[in-house]
């Protein structure tokens, strides 16, 4: 058996499977791989099978269930949900483990995510999951969030480069595990680029680019810098490297990958909106904040993806908190037209503990489905006119589009409510925006 046909055979252990058709009995088998003879580099991406579209890590949306659908529709490769180290190694914290990772024989090609700023807290956590069949654990260096920066991790990270070196390489020196990294770029591309060296030379087998600044955050971060990811990746050429952002539809893949020359391309937010994009399918929704859907075929396809979501999530533990927010999206379009039937998703709460996840005794599923239900009939009852999906461009979408090409039945949302530039609303917001960067402005005093 070569190192290959090693590495899909890796074995799993029950301590974080979820009982399902693909599941199976059996005992544990030794470790293939310790820490000096685990795949680097492009050993690790051809095992992989040189994975192209891979699915982002996403807190609260990249979990097992979601992940299986994304690979119905051709993901190659997914990231787990970001998981809190200092959380996911307490004792008492068996809840936080089994609410926030779960596997299973069938969830090939998957990074586990941790986030957190001690080497002897990741490397506790990531020896937890190193017999669970991930392929690797990965540092969330880009979270740009607040609560990154009160807990001090994620893109916050990146104002203390001698730490990050300290993570990865006790990562790496005590995992049996390849050891990757997601950062996002500073606003000098040399010191994105010395970034980066620093992290390979630490230990980091693998880079995922997001490029966008740490600032760059919320529902309108602006678009995203290919041209510094190619840089990034002409200084590493031996790296295997994920390029991620500005990814609207099949075809931006494509662009990106010439234009970046990265070897895969890495979405996240429009695979919530349409979780079969990497399939390239014909009616494909993009984002519900900037895009509004005329067809009602697409519409219809896109109820029916989120009922296989909810099949999927029967035999898989899912928090009722994350089918919520993926039924919402991959339904948005239909959801702006019946807002009666948006509001029943709002007002699905667990009432118990026995409720929270979808295969307790007392699941929330058949609830979720005839809202669905309800839902498909609408959209078949009264089909809605072209007319009342004219495009309606406002700011906050124009701005970061860039040069994406949407096809004729996508238009610019004009459901959401355009926003008044002027108004006093908009011009407190703004304030509110301006005096965040201003808090926020990183001293990026790298190198010395």
């Known amino acids: 058996m070569d190192r290959t046909e090693q590495f899909l055979a890796m074995p799993k252990t029950s301590m974080f499977s979820c009982q399902c058709e693909h599941s199976k009995d059996g005992v544990d088998q030794p470790w293939i791989w310790t820490t000096e003879n685990k795949p680097r580099g492009y050993e690790l991406y051809e095992m992989l099978g040189r994975p192209v579209k891979v699915v982002a890590p996403m807190v609260d949306a990249s979990e097992l269930s979601f992940r299986l659908l994304c690979k119905r529709y051709g993901a190659d490769l997914c990231y787990s949900p970001m998981i809190n180290s200092a959380m996911f190694i307490k004792e008492k914290q068996d809840s936080y483990r089994l609410r926030e990772f779960s596997t299973c024989p069938a969830d090939t090609n998957m990074f586990v995510q941790f986030c957190g700023h001690d080497p002897e807290i990741l490397v506790e956590a990531g020896r937890m999951v190193e017999r669970t ?68 030379d630490a230990g980091a087998t693998m880079l995922g680019v997001h490029g966008r600044l740490r600032e760059a955050k919320g ?177 906050s979408s124009i701005h970061q589009l860039g040069n994406v090409s949407i096809p004729d039945y996508i238009h610019l949302s004009s459901i959401t409510t355009p926003v008044d530039e002027n108004s006093e609303y908009r011009k407190a917001k703004d304030a509110k925006v301006k005096a965040m960067l201003e808090e926020e402005e990183p001293a990026y005093d790298l190198f010395g």
């Open 219 to 395: 529902v309108a971060p602006g678009p995203a810098d290919w041209n510094q990811i190619k840089m990034v990746r002409e200084a590493l050429p031996d790296v295997p490297m994920f390029a991620n952002g500005n990814i609207w539809s099949y075809s931006d893949m494509a662009s990106c990958l010439e234009a970046t020359t990265c070897d895969g391309v890495m979405s996240a937010d429009t695979l919530l909106w349409e979780p079969r994009l990497f399939s390239n399918p014909d009616r494909f929704l993009v984002s519900g904040r900037h895009f509004a859907v005329k067809n009602v075929e697409a519409r219809l396809q896109a109820i029916a993806t989120a009922e296989e979501y909810l099949d999927i999530c029967e035999t898989h533990r899912t928090q009722v908190c994350q089918i919520k927010n993926h039924v919402y999206k991959i339904t948005h379009q239909s959801l702006q037209l019946h807002p009666d039937i948006r509001a029943k998703i709002s007002e699905q709460t667990p009432e118990s503990p026995l409720q929270q996840m979808s295969t307790g005794p007392e699941s929330m599923l058949s609830k979720f489905r005839s809202i669905l239900k309800e839902l498909r009939e609408a959209e078949m009852a009264s089909p809605q006119p072209d007319d009342v999906l004219n495009p309606v461009p406002y700011a």
């Open 133 to 200: 069949g991930a392929k690797a654990i990965d540092l969330n260096l880009g979270c740009p969030q607040g609560i990154a920066k009160k807990g001090f991790y994620g893109a916050f990270l990146m104002d203390d480069i001698p730490l990050i070196r300290n993570l990865i390489s006790a990562m790496d020196t005590n995992l049996s595990l390849p050891v990757t990294a997601k950062i996002r770029i500073f606003p000098d591309p040399l010191h994105t680029i010395a970034y980066a060296k620093t992290l390979v």
